[in-house]
């Protein structure tokens, strides 16, 4: 025996089933009109902040109030001819080379008698009192830390030869007075080196 079809319901479409509604797209809000300006502003005002400081920089800078900085006064740096190395590695030796010393002799020295004091008697001659005037002839100066003796002769007084003596160190000079006798008061006086010797 035939069985009949089996009846199926009729689906209904539930709400999940269903597509999603085809609503016209919404277009975006428009923008505000009041955002536009003040994005304007702040960036004019960025840009203005950004002069100023840089302006500030460049004024103090150069010193500021129209005045030029000033100059440095820091000395340079010392030059190095050697580029960082030692020009000279070996001991700088010692002049041990003993300085050279003139040693005088009696054609140096001019000794010339001159009359402090006069006392004439006639006939009898004068009492006269002499000064040993000297002077130096030689080509070297004479060290100061040297004393040297000279020995002269007195002639064209009584007794002649008479003899007499001074020290010299460089060019300070120690003597005495010397006192002669003379036969007239027209006798002349003169003074003769004999020998020069070195004290010390």
């Known amino acids: ?3 009949p079809p089996h ?12 597509p999603p509604p085809s609503w016209p797209a919404q277009p975006p809000p428009p923008a505000s009109k009041s955002r536009r300006p ?14 100023g400081v840089a302006g500030g920089i460049g004024y103090a800078a150069k010193g500021g109030g129209g005045k030029p900085a000033a100059a440095s006064s820091a000395p340079p740096l010392p030059q190095d001819p050697c580029g960082g190395g030692i020009c000279n590695t070996e001991p700088v030796a010692e ?15 001019a000794i010339a008698a001159k009359v402090t004091e006069k006392h004439c008697f006639g006939s009898a001659g ?35 030869p008479q003899v007499g003596n001074l ?3 460089g060019t300070t000079v120690h003597y005495d ?18 020998s020069v010797e070195q004290q010390n």
């Open 1 to 3: 025996m035939t069985q």
């Open 7 to 18: 009846y199926q319901p009729p689906v209904v479409p539930g709400p999940d089933d269903l």
């Open 38 to 51: 003040l994005l304007w502003v702040v960036g004019v005002v960025g840009v203005l902040l950004l002069v």
């Open 95 to 109: 002049d041990t080379t003993p300085a050279i010393t003139y040693t005088p002799t009696t054609s140096d020295f």
């Open 126 to 160: 004068c009492n006269i009192t002499l000064k040993p005037d000297v002077t130096y002839n030689g080509t070297l100066s004479l060290d100061p830390d040297v004393t040297w003796e000279i020995v002269y002769e007195i002639n064209g007084v009584e007794d002649a």
């Open 167 to 169: 020290t010299i160190e």
């Open 177 to 194: 007075m010397e006192l002669v006798s003379t036969k007239s008061s027209k006798s002349k006086i003169t003074i003769k080196v004999t």
